[in-house]
């Protein structure tokens, strides 16, 4: 029989089903109570994802299915480990973590962003990340402010 009809468990098709690990930020992962709920969610369904493809009785087939959730398990048990849960601040005194801040920049636009943590930033959806430049421009400003952000000036007009 030819090899190239037999299935062989080397150590080059393990390696071809294991994927990088997905960056882990260097900044302090702050969480809102809604971010560390996704984040644990996340992490349940990569877990039971790992656990569906461990039932598969091929080897290569169980390595190849395996590859995307258990690089999503360590991803998301490394950012659950490290959350640190933000209190939102009840003032609107000033733009800090967790605040809705609603500002326009100088060609009349109006923008309203919401900011969280970084996986649960989501620009699209009206959220951004706390170290997005948008985000540290607009932190610890007030209503009014008018603060510079490149060739542009964006002036706070509500903050929630």
């Known amino acids: 029989m030819a090899v190239a009809f037999t299935k062989e468990e080397s150590a080059e098709t393990a390696a071809e089903t294991q994927l990088p690990d997905r960056p882990i930020s260097t900044h302090p992962?702050?969480?809102?109570?809604?971010?560390?709920?996704?984040?644990?969610?996340?992490?349940?369904?990569?877990?039971?994802?790992?656990?569906?493809?461990?039932?598969?009785?091929?080897?290569?087939?169980?390595?190849?299915?395996?590859?995307?959730?258990?690089?999503?398990?360590?991803?998301?048990?490394?950012?659950?480990?490290?959350?640190?849960?933000?209190?939102?601040?009840?003032?609107?005194?000033?733009?800090?973590f967790g605040s809705t801040v609603s500002f326009v920049r100088n060609d009349g636009r109006k923008q309203v962003y919401r900011i969280v943590g970084e996986d649960e930033a989501e620009p699209k959806t009206g959220t951004i990340s706390y170290v997005s430049p948008v985000a540290v421009a607009l932190v610890g400003k007030a209503v009014g402010d008018v603060v510079p952000f490149g060739d542009d000036e964006l002036e706070i007009i509500a903050i929630e």
Do not use: M, W
């Open 29 to 96: 992962n702050l969480v809102t109570k809604n971010g560390l709920a996704a984040l644990q969610a996340a992490l349940h369904q990569a877990r039971q994802a790992y656990e569906a493809a461990q039932t598969i009785e091929d080897i290569n087939e169980r390595r190849r299915q395996s590859a995307l959730p258990a690089r999503d398990l360590r991803y998301f048990a490394e950012r659950v480990r490290t959350a640190e849960l933000v209190e939102i601040a009840l003032s609107a005194d000033k733009v800090s």
